[in-house]
């Protein structure tokens, strides 16, 4: 069963607007990871942000928050005041506490429109 | 700090032909692994270890071998390249979340693999 799904294959979105990239998961564990990356088109794989299963707030690294619902398994990341730079292939992970790997949506790409 | 070094950055192989894809981490994480990613498929994994002397197979191992000699180096051996092997392959590396902590990765740069 996928663990990671990310539903929107492809995105436009206008620059300056604010971006919602969707990312549901699958555990059955208590205690895990959730993460985004980021892969621009030069190639390299960019860590964005980390939400913990246990942190009660929804994390945040600048223009990046993780809206983290719990009950509903979903993790999506906010962009918020979009830039042309922004455009780049996503993925949400998740790593389970007591596995030793991380498993990878198969991402979204975002495309910013000037 | 270099980080996570993937070596070489391009290769072109014909079927049938051995390669090792490099990869060493100086950050001194227990936990190393190895994806390729294709088009509209993610990042799959394909071995991965958990320290030196450990290693283990990820969802798409075959054709592809590892070993873990050192904590640092963590090569991928392909012994007899073929076509569906074309891909980007990505190292990565964290600490052991036996640490008690989630830790995300690092990666390589990545190597764009074509076989002919």
């Known amino acids: 069963a996928q663990k990671i799904t990310q539903t929107q294959p492809g995105m436009f979105v206008q620059e300056k607007e604010a971006v919602t990239l969707d990312c549901t998961y699958d555990t059955s564990d208590q205690s895990y990871g959730l993460f985004w990356y980021k892969q621009p088109s030069s190639g390299e794989m960019i860590f964005l942000i980390y939400q913990g299963s246990y942190d009660e707030q929804n994390a945040t690294e600048g223009r990046y928050s993780l809206n983290f619902q719990k009950a509903r398994k979903s993790a999506n990341l906010v962009i918020s005041a979009s830039q042309l730079g922004d455009s780049a292939m996503y993925f949400c992970?998740?790593?389970?506490?007591?596995?030793?790997?991380?498993?990878f949506g198969k991402g979204t790409r975002l495309h910013i429109l000037p | 700090n270099a980080g996570v070094t993937q070596t070489p950055k391009f290769q072109v192989l014909k079927t049938g032909q051995s390669m090792t894809l490099q990869c060493a981490q100086d950050?001194?994480?227990?936990?190393m692994s190895w994806y390729r990613q294709d088009p509209g498929m993610g990042l799959r994994l394909i071995h991965y270890?958990?320290?030196?002397?450990?290693?283990d197979q990820g969802e798409v191992p075959n054709g592809y071998n590892v070993s873990r000699s050192t904590t640092e180096d963590f090569p991928l051996r392909l012994l007899s390249a073929a076509p569906s092997q074309t891909s980007v392959y990505f190292c990565?590396?964290?600490?052991?979340?036996?640490?008690?902590?989630?830790?995300?990765?690092?990666f390589g740069s990545g190597t764009r693999l074509t076989v002919v």
């Open positions: 990565a590396s964290s600490y052991d979340e036996d640490r008690g902590e989630i830790y995300g990765y690092t």
């Open positions: 270890s958990v320290g030196a002397g450990i290693t």
């Open positions: 950050m001194n994480h227990e936990y």
């Open positions: 992970a998740m790593r389970e506490v007591g596995d030793d790997k991380i498993i």
